[in-house]
């Protein structure tokens, strides 16, 4: 059976692993490396992850089928210039087998849940372009896109 909790110390090893793994399967695909370079957790990635769980601004949870631990999100409270807040979803990961099962989708609830009584007027997340299962994921999750980022790499032929 499929559950959501929030995540906790004790779950530090568990999350640095399955944020590694996000790490691994989103560098190499179009955007990954700057992705991995920019937003991805850097190493240890421990360190982050305990930042996180500290932070009262921000609410991590672990997907879990059978008690076991397979997934995990994280999202964090902005202000915006206007002084509104803004959901930024930081990571949301399953492990490849335990896909499609409705882990993502029970994590994604909680996340929306705890933005919406934290007072945000939206939530942001992101998903790499070519990256087809993650766009479904949002968009079945009611997300839409609200801006793409343009990427012009330079390469020694450039200068």
């Known amino acids: ?18 944020a590694r793994a996000a790490i691994a399967e989103l560098s190499p695909m179009k955007g990954g490396a700057v992705w ?3 937003e991805a957790r850097t190493e240890p990635v421990e360190d982050s992850l305990k930042v996180s769980l500290a932070d009262e601004h921000t609410h991590v949870v672990v997907g879990t089928i ?8 994280c999202v964090h409270v902005e202000v915006l210039n206007d002084g509104s807040r803004l959901g930024v979803i930081d990571d949301i990961f399953v492990e490849e087998g335990a896909r ?3 882990v993502g989708e ?9 933005c919406r009584a934290d007072g ?10 070519g990256h087809r299962s993650a766009k479904n994921f949002f968009e079945e999750s009611g997300f839409t ?13 450039d200068t």
């Open 1 to 18: 059976m499929e559950g959501v909790r929030p995540a906790t110390e004790d779950d530090l090893a568990r999350l640095a692993d399955l």
């Open 36 to 38: 991995a370079a920019r």
């Open 66 to 73: 059978d008690g076991f631990v397979i997934g995990y999100a």
């Open 100 to 102: 499609e099962v409705g």
């Open 106 to 114: 029970a994590m994604m609830a909680d996340l929306v849940a705890w």
């Open 120 to 129: 945000c007027a939206g939530i942001d997340s992101m998903a790499l372009p």
């Open 145 to 157: 896109a609200r801006k793409l980022v343009m990427h012009h790499r330079l390469t020694a032929e």
